[in-house]
């Protein structure tokens, strides 16, 4: 497969870094789709034969850090999507997240693009109200929180001698398109033996973020980006919905599946908090996690108006069949998945 770009006779090019991520890679697959040539970054070195061949899409194998000849090498590039994320750690974050948004903004900068940052609902801190809006205060009370901020702050100013722009997309937890969410390291897992985890109040409902529909949030977004301020802030809504919605995805699939156990209904097992923060100071991924407890009990959406308003209206695939799709994803269902209708 190519790993430096072609030309597209008339084709727009986006840039984004980390593509072979969660979110970089259904980003690639979104903007392909839509008719863009997408400059795939990955770390040099990275393993030809573990890069997914989708047309439209280069590989770039490059440093991020090394501005002159990524922007070299993705020139004419008028879009960077940042899905560049460190390990999920209070000390990688602090270690790497500044810097990497600084390559971020410096590649941007040099290509006098437009770069597209996804947001997430740590910035409003454990005394956010049910509803958060763009102009919602941001309290963050956690080190995730507190450095998202930060992030974003850097970002805005980076805008202000308009030599780029910005966008932040703000979204709920992540699942679909592959492994590294709550899904499957938590909630699913044991789903195929009738079990699902929950980390918090069934009751409680919280966004959820079908990652195909938020790459294709960002796509749509980017087309319509000089009606946007130079730096701007949207809210993505996803999916608002409570431990008893995804029950009852999964009970449905489960008895597909043969899943069930002999009582007819699934078991729910509840994270075991205490032991995750124990665990932290040995496994210091859990211990971030634990820090984040609060999202699982404070109930709130993310209210899109304003993405509406830009798009008409917000890319969404129906609960039931985005959550289906995500499983297949996965690995766990037997048979396949049917073609999920868009919104």
């Known amino acids: 497969m190519p790993s430096t770009p072609l030309p597209h006779d008339n084709a727009q090019t986006v840039l984004i870094l980390g593509a072979r991520g969660r979110l970089g890679l259904a980003a690639a697959r979104a903007f392909a789709q839509a008719g863009w040539q997408v400059l795939a970054q990955v770390r040099p070195g990275a393993r030809s034969q573990a890069l997914p061949a989708i047309a439209g899409v280069w590989w770039l194998p490059a440093a991020v850090h090394d501005t002159a000849a990524l922007a070299a090498q993705a020139r004419g590039a008028t879009v960077v999507v940042h899905a560049l994320n460190p390990a999920y750690t209070h000390k990688a974050w602090r270690a790497q997240a500044p810097g990497l948004m600084d390559a971020a903004i410096a590649v941007a900068r040099e290509l006098h693009a437009t770069l597209m940052l996804p947001g997430n609902v740590y910035n409003f801190g454990e005394a956010m109200p049910p509803v958060l809006r763009e102009d919602t205060p941001q309290a963050a009370t956690g080190f995730m929180g507190r450095m998202r901020v930060t992030l974003e702050q850097r970002l805005a100013e980076a805008t202000r001698d308009g030599r780029m722009r910005a966008v932040v997309l703000r979204a709920g937890d992540f699942f679909g398109s592959g492994t590294g969410s709550w899904l499957d390291l938590a909630i699913a897992k044991d789903l195929p033996r009738g079990r699902v985890t929950w980390p918090g109040p069934l009751d409680v409902a919280t966004p959820w973020a079908y990652l195909p529909d938020l790459a294709r949030a960002f796509v749509r977004v980017t087309q319509e980006r000089d009606r946007l301020a130079p730096f701007e802030c949207l809210h ?108």
Request: net charge positive; proline share 8%.
């Open 236 to 343: 993505f809504a996803g999916h608002t919905v409570s431990a008893q919605q995804w029950l009852h995805s999964f009970a449905a699939i489960a008895a597909e599946q043969g899943w069930l156990p002999a009582s007819g209904a699934l078991r729910v097992g509840r994270m075991p908090w205490p032991l995750l923060r124990l665990a932290g100071w040995v496994v210091p991924t859990l211990g971030a996690l634990a820090a984040m407890r609060y999202l699982w009990r404070t109930p709130h959406r993310l209210d899109n108006t304003r993405l509406c308003a830009l798009l008409g209206e917000e890319p969404r695939t129906p609960f039931d069949q985005a959550v289906r799709q995500a499983l297949a994803d996965l690995g766990l269902l037997a048979g396949p998945a049917p073609r999920a209708a868009v919104a």
